[in-house]
């Protein structure tokens, strides 16, 4: 188990920070899965956003199963400072500087993974959050996410990794892949083992980690403190209890029957439309029900039609109608492939 400031973790399988994905009811979600830890989606450090209703909800905490973890992104290190200083007033327990993202609309504001291309701004970021963080909440760790590099020319990881811990930083997550990248090929983990074997601090590996196999794998292959799990946790939220029983047992967990994968989505999805609202809720719902359905037998029929629905009841009525029929056919999911 990981200490992380005055945090003891239940365990070292963490959520990635996911915009749109990982809100407090998936987090929540997560963690009573078996995640031991989770990391909000990012919210911009831009002044002029702090009070603005996306960023508000997404700094809603209530409830939450600690250690609250926020991460922040900017490329204005007096702005971030700032904000990670709002946030922490808001409730977070834990700051985490995002230099990971790839999406276009973050790094052209020289944001995101965008900034491993300026060494010394990365520097001064880390250093002016931190201390900002050091003076006024002491018991406040920071964090950081970065990925190998700009580009497989320009892989930079180790060099970030020194600056990041010189300057306090407390955790270190290293994506597997280069900003160039995005989500294409697969992740390498010779860079992650390579920023573990060169610093003192806790690094977690992340990037492809899709099943019990591979977390076992790569944990052996980097030696790194802890995984971080995102988009294999879409739709599969049980994840982490199956990786966390096969680390402590060496045994596979029996797959999750219909009645209880219906239970896990009748539960999400009523805390997702609670926290979202009609109008908002029953629209962002789509996403998380089409990865739960992906593949099933019957899904893309069922996914069109869900689609046409704007009413939150309608919507969980029309999942649990299509999860007993999967109920009449078997007590496991079935999918297409194997039709």
């Avoid at 990670?84 to 790839?102: F, K």
């Amino acid at each position: 188990m990981m200490k992380l400031g005055p945090y003891q973790l239940s365990n070292n399988l963490f959520v990635a920070p996911m915009a749109g994905v990982t809100d407090r009811p998936f987090r929540q979600l997560c963690k009573r899965l078996g995640a031991g830890y989770a990391v909000s989606e990012m919210i911009a450090s831009n002044a002029m956003l702090w009070n603005s209703s996306k960023t508000l909800r997404r700094a809603n905490h209530d409830g939450e199963v600690a250690p609250i973890s926020v991460q922040i992104a900017g490329a204005d290190p007096q702005m971030m400072a700032e904000a990670a200083l709002l946030n922490i007033e808001r409730g977070a327990q834990i700051i985490d500087i995002n230099m990971g993202c790839p999406a276009k609309k973050v790094c052209n504001v020289a944001s995101g993974s965008a900034l491993l291309r300026n060494e010394p701004l990365v520097a001064t970021i880390v250093h002016t959050i931190v201390s900002h963080v050091q003076r006024h909440h002491p018991q406040v760790p920071v964090t950081l996410k970065i990925r190998t590099g700009w580009d497989r020319e320009h892989k930079n990881a180790l060099s970030i990794a020194k600056i990041a811990e010189d300057n306090g930083i407390s955790m270190l997550t290293v994506h597997g892949r280069t900003k160039a990248d995005l989500y294409h090929g697969e992740a390498e983990y010779e860079t992650i083992a390579a920023v573990k074997a060169a610093v003192g601090i806790p690094v977690v590996a992340n990037g492809d980690i899709n099943s019990p196999m591979k977390a076992q794998q790569v944990l052996k292959y980097t030696q790194a403190d802890a995984l971080m799990i995102g988009r294999a946790a879409q739709g599969r939220p049980w994840i982490f209890r199956e990786i966390n029983h096969f680390l402590k047992t060496g045994q596979f967990l029996e797959a999750p029957k219909v009645d209880e994968i219906q239970a896990i989505m009748n539960d999400h999805l009523r805390d997702h439309h609670h926290f979202y609202g009609d109008y908002i809720g029953v629209r962002s719902a789509r996403k998380h029900i089409g990865w739960y359905c992906k593949g099933l037998r019957g899904s893309h029929a069922f996914k069109q039609k869900m689609n046409t629905i704007d009413n939150c009841q309608e919507q969980l009525e029309a999942v649990n109608l299509f999860f007993e029929s999967l109920k009449n056919e078997s007590e496991y999911l079935i999918y297409e492939e194997a039709a």
